[in-house]
């Protein structure tokens, strides 16, 4: 048969007329080709046409009959008026065009271009051409990609079993860079590191340094969550370590705690551990006081203070204090010293924090607490104005 432009590798096969069904008993018949509806055949039972969908209805390649059963002795048969839509391969050197259409069961194809929306299983997947969308589980993407299920959304799979190096990681990664003057070079990454083969590893977040070029890798990983819950900076293994990295470690009873650490190459004196700050402003901090030590610093510098006094009577104020010993409530088998921190408040008040008897709006205790330091001033006047009345007693 002649054809106008590229013949198609297989077409509509052609297919009898008439299907005799003589012999067959029962109110159920199958044919040898599906229909679309019952209009499309024309069933006779002893050479007498039954009425369509009254006398019987069809399914695809099944008939059914309304009320009556067929015998053996019954002379039965079909006239084809038309026949469902049937299969063709198209030839795979060839393009499929279509502006309109919808496809059902399995598609597959090497390449291909798409122009419009797409739509797969209605909200199985959704591209929406006028803005640039792809949706996953909606139809009604309101991002770039949006993914929507009643469990996990989206899941990234590398199958590659690395240790706990880095290699073989299952990455999202993020460029807004110009390609133009920088390359267009994936600059940082979200990953998962696997640890062990059956499970484990952790979440680890990655970072070009500045200047570089080239996509990220494994070696510009800047911090990870390991499988036990710790978050782990500048390194991959928690905490004590010649390494400048910080921990959080949170995996196990008494060992819920922070690390932070200075490598033996930086200086050894001065160098911060943690500060605070108010207003813009540094107002304390922890630093490095030497290979051994540390200092806990609190503002103190003489230019941010005013109305200083050296001459103020600290032995009676000291006498107003009242130490004493106890135990805690939640410690009975342990006394110390100390002090009662409301007995405080009247004589030192900043040293102490929150209100006698407080509570909160659910009627639960807000404790006060005491920084014991901040009664140091007040000792040492009182030293000295002691030794200045021992000093006078000695010379009378």
Do not use: C
């Not at 008026?81 to 919808?102: M, Y």
């Not at 959704?126 to 959304?153: E, F, H, M």
Request: aromatic share 6%; no cysteine; charged share 15%.
């Amino acid at each position: 048969m002649p054809y106008i432009g590229n013949q198609s590798a297989t077409g509509f096969s052609k297919i009898p007329a008439k299907q005799d069904f003589t012999g067959a008993t029962g109110s159920s018949l199958t044919l040898n080709h599906a229909v679309a509806s019952a209009e499309g055949i024309d069933l006779f039972i002893n050479n007498v046409r039954q009425e369509p969908t009254e006398s019987y209805t069809t399914d695809g390649t099944t008939v059914n009959l309304v009320g009556y059963s067929v015998a053996a002795t019954d002379d039965i048969y079909v006239v084809y008026n038309s026949l469902a839509k049937q299969t063709s391969t198209h030839p795979s050197n060839q393009a499929l065009q279509a502006t309109t259409g919808t496809f059902s069961g399995a598609l597959s194809a090497t390449t291909g271009t798409f122009s419009g929306d797409l739509t797969v299983d209605t909200d199985t997947l959704y591209v929406d051409s006028t803005n640039n969308r792809v949706g996953i589980g909606t139809s009604s993407p309101s991002q770039k990609l949006v993914t929507k299920a009643s469990s996990t959304n989206l899941e990234i799979l590398n199958t590659v079993q690395n240790s706990n190096g880095g290699a073989g990681i299952a990455a999202i990664g993020f460029n807004v860079s110009d390609a133009s003057t920088e390359g267009d070079f994936t600059q940082a990454g979200i990953g998962f590191v696997r640890g062990v083969a059956n499970g484990g590893g952790a979440l680890a977040f990655y970072n070009k340094s500045d200047g570089a070029t080239g996509n990220f890798t494994t070696a510009n990983e800047r911090m990870r969550i390991d499988s036990g819950g710790d978050i782990l900076a500048n390194t991959t293994s928690a905490g004590i370590s010649n390494s400048l990295s910080t921990t959080i470690e949170t995996r196990s009873v008494n060992k819920s705690r922070i690390t932070v650490n200075h490598s033996s190459g930086g200086s050894s004196n001065g160098s911060y551990f943690m500060q605070f700050g108010y207003g813009g402003n540094r107002i304390g901090s922890i630093t490095q006081n030497s290979t051994s030590s540390v200092a806990y610093n609190t503002s103190s510098d003489h230019r941010l203070k005013e109305n200083v006094v050296a001459d103020w009577d600290a032995t009676t104020r000291l006498k107003q204090l009242n130490p004493v010993r106890f135990n805690f409530i939640a410690d009975a088998d342990t006394t110390v010293d100390g002090f009662l921190a409301h007995e405080v408040q009247s004589v030192v008040p900043e040293a102490i924090s929150g209100t006698k008897d407080a509570v909160d709006d659910d009627g639960n205790p807000e404790y006060q607490g005491i920084d014991q330091s901040k009664l140091v001033p007040l000792l040492v006047k009182t030293i000295q104005e002691l030794e200045a009345r021992v000093a006078a007693l000695e010379n009378a």
